[in-house]
């Protein structure tokens, strides 16, 4: 199931930059706007500590290109912005008929990149293709970041052997509710069990699971009063919070409130040690299947240090690292132009020579060479034209505007992650000694390159 807001503004083409709508308005005024465009999107270069990304958000791309349209009180308010009071109207008639026509090839959600490689191809006329610019980067740009980051977590428990699991906890912390829901789909494409956010449950299909707060501890009494109260209501369902006085004693009231206990969840304190302290007191009950939840400030280095240390934890619970890729809370996804087919035929290929910004020209396909035993070796960065016996990394979703393949379950996406992350090199898996993978540029590319750099340079001399 797509994740859709409620709100009316969410696929909003004014929900963009200004500057997008100017280049449109100059494109129509200029004779330019009907040409066909090739745009791509990717990042130069990768976050700190971090050795790959992990493509996400393309099912709210692909509904946002489908509905892509501007309502007449939209056109009508953009006809009274100063800068636009001198435009045609038949620009304004335009946008009123706009629809989105073009093609995209991507990376299927749940595959690993690197940097260079196109997350999005998008071929459309020139206008089209450029209003879309803001709202792909924002929604991929969010969705990435943040399953990136829960793979991460999924690779510091499968790094140590461990039957542990992750939930998102992270909606309270998130940059408003709707990116709560984002966060929360996106996590699970990394590798999460389940999320707190019910709503991205209802309208994901998501496993929903959570606790209760301090709050309802406090609210009582005395601990046990709470624990009893909780369990009276919620007998097959109960996993108490049990830091909120004195965490041992809160584990011995939660023992005492009776058999058949989901689990416990400890918030603050020496996570390790209190762990091991709670398995061997739950174990002497007899509770051998009552699990430890840890939450409180999580990320995966410090769950890789948790259980290569040992600690008993079976469930995770993290909010605020997750949700918001703490450590690297922004990535630079751009989107350039990288190819024009003008009113003629003729083809003009796009690039950058700017330092530290150089982009390539061409459409072009990634293609993955795997080794005898199903493990990355390097991707081949090439022009879309070219062929290789290698894995092609970029599939055609959309046809003149329409999809040509079929949505995927959020539970084929989460396996496609898995699967990846098992053919990950070692070096790869590592969460501090980070390397670099192999990409390389392929001849026609750079051939490509190369002229036309020669032929900027010329026009300078």
């Given at each position: 199931?797509?994740?859709r ?24 005024v ?46 009508s ?6 800068a ?10 335009r ?6 026509t ?18 999005v ?7 089209e ?23 991460r977590?999924?690779?510091?428990i499968?790094?140590?052997a ?94 005492e409130?009776?058999?058949d ?27 051998h299947?009552?699990r ?17 240390a040992?600690?008993?934890v ?9 949700v ?14 990288v ?26 396909q ?8 199903g ?11 070219t ?17 040509c ?51 900027h ?5």
């Amino acid at each position: 199931m797509s994740f859709r807001s409620q709100t009316t503004s969410e696929y909003s083409v004014l929900n963009t930059d200004l500057y997008q709508l100017t280049m449109a308005a100059g494109y129509h005024v200029h004779g330019l706007a009907d040409q066909r465009a090739t745009f791509e999107l990717y990042v130069r270069r990768l976050p700190h500590q971090r050795s790959f990304l992990l493509a996400a958000g393309l099912e709210q791309a692909l509904d946002y290109l489908e509905q892509l349209h501007f309502s007449v009180e939209e056109v009508s308010w953009l006809r009274h912005l100063p800068a636009f009071a001198q435009l045609p109207d038949s620009f304004f008639e335009r946008l009123l008929n706009l629809r989105f026509t073009g093609d995209v090839w991507a990376l299927p959600e749940g595959t690993i990149f690197f940097p260079y490689e196109p997350i999005v191809r998008i071929s459309a006329p020139l206008i089209e293709a450029q209003l879309v610019e803001t709202w792909l980067l924002a929604m991929l740009n969010f969705q990435t970041s943040v399953a990136s980051k829960a793979a991460r977590i999924k690779l510091a428990i499968k790094n140590q052997a461990s039957a542990a699991s992750f939930i998102d906890f992270g909606s309270r912390r998130a940059h408003g509710p709707e990116a709560s829901v984002l966060a929360a789909r996106a996590a699970w494409i990394g590798g999460a069990a389940g999320t707190s956010n019910v709503l991205a449950a209802q309208r994901l299909g998501l496993p929903v699971q959570g606790t209760a707060a301090h709050s309802w501890t406090m609210a009582f009494d005395t601990e046990p009063q709470a624990f009893k109260a909780y369990r009276e209501v919620f007998p097959e369902h109960s996993t108490l919070l049990v830091d909120t006085y004195d965490t041992v004693q809160g584990v011995k009231h939660a023992i005492e409130s009776g058999p058949d206990l989901k689990g416990v969840r400890l918030d603050s304190g020496d996570f390790l040690g209190l762990s091991l302290e709670t398995r061997q007191l739950l174990d002497a009950a007899g509770m051998h299947s009552t699990r430890i939840v840890v939450s409180g400030d999580m990320n995966e280095l410090k769950v890789q240090d948790l259980l290569k240390a040992g600690a008993p934890v079976d469930v995770f619970g993290i909010g605020t690292e997750l949700v918001t890729s703490l450590d690297a809370p922004s990535l630079g996804g751009v989107y350039k132009l990288v190819e024009l087919e003008k009113a003629d035929g003729t083809i003009k290929h796009a690039l950058k020579l700017s330092n530290s910004k150089v982009s390539y020209p061409g459409s072009k396909q990634v293609w993955r060479r795997l080794g005898p035993d199903g493990k990355f070796l390097s991707d081949l960065l090439e022009l879309a034209e070219t062929s290789s016996k290698d894995e092609p990394l970029l599939l055609q979703f959309m046809s003149q505007g329409q999809r040509c393949l079929e949505q995927e379950s959020l539970v084929e996406i989460q396996a496609r992650t898995l699967s990846q992350l098992e053919a990950l090199p070692s070096s790869l898996r590592q969460l501090k000694q980070v390397e670099d993978y192999p990409v390389t540029v392929g001849p026609a590319l750079t051939k490509l390159f190369d002229t036309l750099k020669h032929q900027h340079e010329l026009q300078l001399a």
